[in-house]
């Protein structure tokens, strides 16, 4: 009976918040605007089923995370230094520049799309750059297990929303630095990256929620399809109905793909010990 309640409440609130049959801003393009594909009920049903299943998993995902040795031990994380400043600023400058050219629309509508994980995960990394304390190294280990998705947006990029020269070549730089940045962190021994099992998990319960929940809201208050949340990609249309759970079982065995070949090249060159030389040595 709770749960039947609690899909009810959920249908009704999606409902009010969604798409009408006047659109809220007529003038994004009709193809990127959310619509109706799946019924608000099967949204709230997925909603709470996704909150029900990820919610526990990160728990569990995180208790087990801080109890590994490498986080238990953690060394100091380095004063910031120049070169951490230059990735900080170049990042943020991708940031920025994203941010610029999607303001370049009607209404600025397209800054919209700025609430999709890669661009979130850009400014995250730009703070990281320079953050110090237990909380960046926290969020650094969350942040590398989420990179997996800008190799997915490298290997299919989707264009739809990129009309400006500058706007393309920086979709392309702001991918390649989110998976170099980190590299460059770690062999400038700014951070150590651990890549358990359970930090992969975490993480992935971390980016599976923020799309159950943040994007979720954001696709039906703004009616943008943003992340293709409302109506499947043109690969993905076959599928019909199930799109969304076969999205995020795809993602799940992608994610677990990427995060375990880091960790095992990451284990095979410090056996090796080819990075100790640029390593920093600990602070105290």
């Known amino acids: 009976m709770v749960v039947h309640h609690a899909i009810d409440f959920l249908e009704e609130l999606f409902i009010s918040l969604g798409p009408k049959h006047a659109p809220k801003l007529p003038h994004v393009p009709k193809a990127l605007r959310s619509v109706w594909y799946l019924t608000p009920r099967q949204h709230a049903i997925e909603t709470i089923s996704y909150v029900t299943l990820f919610i526990p998993m990160s728990i569990?995902?995180?208790?087990?995370?801080?109890?590994?040795?490498?986080w238990t031990n953690q060394r100091p994380i380095r004063a910031p230094n120049a070169l951490d400043w230059l990735l900080a600023f170049l990042t943020m400058g991708s940031f920025v520049g994203m941010c610029y050219y999607k303001a370049h629309s009607t209404y600025g509508w397209r800054l919209l799309y700025m609430f999709q994980p890669c661009h979130v995960m850009t400014f995250m990394l730009?703070?990281?750059?320079?953050?110090?304390?237990r909380t960046a190294n926290f969020f650094f280990q969350v942040y590398v297990a989420m990179t997996w998705s800008s190799v997915c947006a490298l290997a299919f990029?989707?264009?739809?929303?990129?009309?400006?020269?500058?706007?393309?070549?920086?979709?392309?730089?702001?991918?390649?630095?989110?998976?170099?940045?980190?590299?460059?962190?770690?062999?400038?021994?700014?951070?150590?990256?651990?890549?358990?099992?359970?930090?992969?998990?975490?993480?992935?319960?971390?980016?599976?929620?923020?799309?159950?929940?943040?994007?979720?809201?954001?696709?039906?208050?703004?009616?943008?399809?943003?992340?293709?949340?409302?109506?499947?990609?043109?690969?993905?249309?076959?599928?019909?109905?199930?799109?969304?759970?076969?999205?995020?079982?795809?993602?799940?065995?992608?994610?677990?793909?990427?995060?375990?070949?880091?960790?095992?090249?990451?284990?095979?060159?410090?056996?090796?010990?080819?990075?100790?030389?640029?390593?920093?040595?600990?602070?105290?």
Request: positive net charge.
């Open 157 to 284: 990029p989707d264009m739809t929303d990129y009309v400006y020269a500058g706007d393309i070549f920086n979709f392309y730089f702001e991918h390649y630095m989110m998976l170099l940045v980190p590299f460059i962190l770690c062999v400038s021994g700014r951070y150590d990256y651990i890549g358990s099992p359970s930090w992969i998990l975490f993480g992935f319960t971390v980016i599976a929620l923020y799309h159950a929940t943040v994007l979720q809201l954001a696709c039906l208050i703004t009616e943008v399809n943003i992340a293709t949340l409302m109506s499947p990609p043109k690969p993905l249309v076959h599928l019909g109905e199930i799109y969304r759970p076969a999205q995020y079982s795809l993602c799940f065995v992608l994610h677990w793909i990427y995060n375990l070949s880091i960790s095992g090249v990451a284990a095979l060159v410090a056996s090796s010990k080819i990075l100790k030389p640029l390593t920093s040595p600990k602070q105290h």
């Open 126 to 133: 730009s703070l990281l750059c320079v953050m110090c304390g």
């Open 60 to 70: 569990f995902a995180y208790r087990q995370a801080i109890k590994h040795p490498k």
